[in-house]
């Protein structure tokens, strides 16, 4: 509530500027439910010295609306990060994928279909990404724990939803263009290679 206020008392401050008359702010303390009485009171009778009420939880709102707005800033240049990271998650399936055409290759010609390597590969993607996405939610929310559990902060489901969600859409789109583009070509070639 002091943020940008020095508390002095009043000796010394008047002993250092004895020009300096009168207060400047006004500290109410009102019983739980008197809230309301109290304002209407203060605002009457002190209403010709310009006397401005702002309830101390407004007054800790307005500080936190600079925090607010870097944790938003910061929220939205990390979810640019993380889809640029699932970009790099495909450019990993892809590379994964195509060391492994000859494994890919041995087991089309034991009898599986393309369909069947595809779901394989897919699951095995999946899993990989689920595990890496709950990792990273687990631990951002243990990093932003001490600045959420501040009275007066909602965590931002909405906006949280949407990044993961798009997380997982970005990553499977990788994967499944990964694995399709492995898979187009001929892997009979590839293992004869071998």
Avoid at 166 to 190: E, H, K, Q
Wanted: some cysteine.
């Amino acid at each position: 509530v002091f943020q940008g206020a020095i508390v002095i008392p009043v000796g010394a401050f008047a002993a250092k500027y004895p020009s300096e008359s009168g207060y400047r702010m006004f500290l109410a303390d009102a019983t739980k439910g008197t809230e309301s009485v109290v304002a209407d009171m203060l605002s009457t009778r002190l209403s010709k010295f310009g006397f401005n009420l702002v309830p101390t939880v407004d007054r800790l709102r307005e500080f936190y609306t600079v925090e607010s707005t870097y944790m938003a800033m910061f929220l939205v240049l990390g979810g640019f990060g993380l889809l640029l990271g699932s970009a790099g998650m495909g450019i990993v399936v892809m590379r994964s994928i195509l060391e492994r055409r000859g494994e890919l290759g041995l087991m089309k010609a034991v009898g599986y279909s393309n369909a069947q390597l595809c779901m394989v590969l897919l699951v095995e993607h999946w899993m990989i990404l689920a595990l890496g996405l709950a990792l990273g939610l687990l631990s951002s929310l243990a990093a932003m724990w001490p600045s959420l559990s501040a009275s007066g902060i909602r965590l931002p489901y909405v906006v949280i939803a949407m990044l993961a969600g798009s997380i997982v859409v970005a990553n499977l789109v990788w994967i499944l263009a990964a694995i399709l583009l492995t898979l187009r070509g001929s892997l009979s070639n590839v293992l004869r290679n071998e």
